[in-house]
């Protein structure tokens, strides 16, 4: 007989870093802390035994399902949560699950939560995952990495009669951004698992999706594109009647590392599909993004809208909400219609005031209306309703940039990168500077993010190349200078790859 109350279970190593501050945020949410470690070598145990954890150390496996599962195997209350260190919960998502789990006259029997991650590159994506799910004993995870419990909490939903909820509260998700990836080699061990799990089993579409996935987030080309091929290879020989959700996402991910620049083969590759797998949220985002770029704007506009009425509920909220919205506002700047764009740009800031694709097409719109004056308006507003963010301050930069007036854009950057300088914007602020010829202050931003991304570590090898012929070439002469010195390299890439 389990127990009324919470059990938040989790699986750690090495997490004494993240661990203080995470406890500090879920205070009050869990009743019983279930921990499988699977190998600490910091003070993780100490810092859990603080906090009366029940703890199980075993050696790690592989497979996070099996040892999700392990920590289901320790939980004694009604209700489980299960969370990563590196997942920081707020009061209000507390609150959230405490009210769930002590309703009685509720009948749900699971609730998701908003995931919100950030990537290198700046976009913050929310995502909707079940998080939170009565204890019984038919719920288990499966897959060895990005493991999932829905399709067993479905069927527990289903034999008990009961509902999932969808709760509002946020929990944000540090652990993919770069800096704290790269620490933590999660690129090479996610591939490792996933490779290894197809080799047992090359038809399981769900470890393909997940590959593509981690080699989308690393901006692998060369592991997207090789096993794209692969992918696509063991759809066609897949069931073409019920289709799991992810396919749609798969489809996606297959379309762009194939037909990245050939609208015209990812409109014909998806629209294939679409019949077999009707009003997914990320097929008709696809569709309506690549209609959008072969100026089929009524086909674009009627797939945006569709991904806005969609009444399925997506694990990528931007699916049917700012991704949508601001594609009706690029439809509309194509047709010169400004002030409807200006007010879907409006629109998607209200799902998310932190994405900066939204803010950056704000300012575009005002830029290209009321030049610099326009920005500065737009700016001036932003700040009035949502207050003065990092992401406003990364939108302009990247606008500045783009427009070549490297000045002005350095200090959004110095802002929006922080101190130390970080992330995607870090890598903007030392591109600016190495474009104002500071050199000196650009490799200094570069040294503190060559770990991080690989492009960092050749613009360093770059500037020490030119940093003393800055006064006596000009711009071109240095381009080719740079040219010549890169292009036997380049050249011989075919040579080695196909050794």
């Known amino acids: 007989m389990k127990k009324p109350g919470i059990s938040l279970c989790m699986i750690v190593r090495d997490e004494a870093a993240h661990l203080p501050k995470f406890l500090d945020c879920a205070a009050g949410l869990w009743d019983e802390l279930c921990v499988v470690d699977t190998g600490s070598n910091d003070n993780t145990i100490e810092i859990l035994r603080e906090q009366n954890a029940v703890i199980k150390q075993v050696e790690w496996q592989n497979d996070f399902a099996f040892h999700r599962n392990q920590s289901l195997d320790l939980a004694k209350m009604q209700w489980v949560v299960f969370l990563d260190p590196d997942e920081l919960v707020g009061p209000d998502t507390v609150q959230e699950i405490r ?14 939560i908003i995931i919100r991650d950030r990537w290198p590159n700046g976009t913050v994506r929310d995502k909707r995952l079940l998080r939170v799910f009565r204890n019984e004993p038919q719920v288990r995870f499966r897959v060895p990495i990005h493991e999932e419990v829905t399709s067993s909490v479905t069927t527990m939903l289903q034999e008990k009669n009961l509902g999932l909820a969808h709760l509002q509260g946020i929990v944000e998700h540090v652990g993919y951004l770069r800096e704290t990836a790269v620490e933590k080699d999660k690129k090479n061990r996610d591939c490792d698992i996933l490779q290894k799990v197809l080799q047992k089993d090359p038809e399981d579409l769900y470890s393909w999706y997940r590959l593509l996935d981690v080699a989308r987030y690393w901006n692998d ?30 489809l996606v991910l297959i379309a762009n590392a194939l037909f990245k620049d050939n609208p015209n083969e990812q409109l014909l590759l998806l629209e294939r599909w679409r019949h077999r797998i009707p009003h997914h949220p990320a097929l008709c985002a696809q569709l309506g993004i690549v ?46 219609h400004m002030g409807l764009a200006l007010q879907n740009v409006e629109a998607a800031l209200a799902f998310n005031y932190k994405s900066i694709e939204a803010i950056y097409v704000g300012i575009g719109i005002c830029g290209a209306a009321a030049a610099n004056e326009g920005v500065e308006d737009f700016s001036r507003a932003y700040k009035e309703k949502y207050g003065e963010t990092n992401e406003l301050h990364a939108a302009l930069g990247e606008y500045y940039f783009g427009k070549g007036d490297f000045a002005k854009s350095v200090p959004h950057f110095q802002i929006s990168a922080g101190s130390p300088a970080a992330g995607r914007p870090a890598l903007k602020l030392s591109q600016a500077l190495f474009a104002l010829g500071k050199y000196k202050d650009s490799k200094a931003v570069l040294n503190h993010i060559q770990n991080h991304y690989p492009e960092a570590k050749l613009a360093l090898w ?18 080719n200078y740079v040219n010549e010195l890169l292009q036997p390299w380049v050249s011989a890439l075919p040579k080695i790859s196909g050794s």
């Open 291 to 336: 209609n959008e770029a072969l100026g089929n704007i009524e086909s674009a506009k009627a797939y945006y809208l569709e991904c806005l009425d969609s009444e399925q509920v997506t694990g990528d909220v931007a699916l049917v909400t700012t991704t949508p919205t601001l594609g009706l506002a690029r439809l509309s700047m194509m047709q010169n």
């Open 462 to 479: 770059i500037i020490e190349q030119i940093k003393d012929t800055k006064e006596t070439l000009h711009q071109e002469e240095l381009s």
């Open 221 to 250: 080309s060369i592991l997207l594109k090789t096993n794209a091929k692969k992918a696509l290879e063991v759809l066609h020989r897949s069931p073409t009647t019920n289709l799991p959700s992810f396919i749609g996402d798969l």
């Open 99 to 112: 009210n769930l789990a002590s309703d009685d006259n509720l009948q749900a029997g699971a609730a998701t």
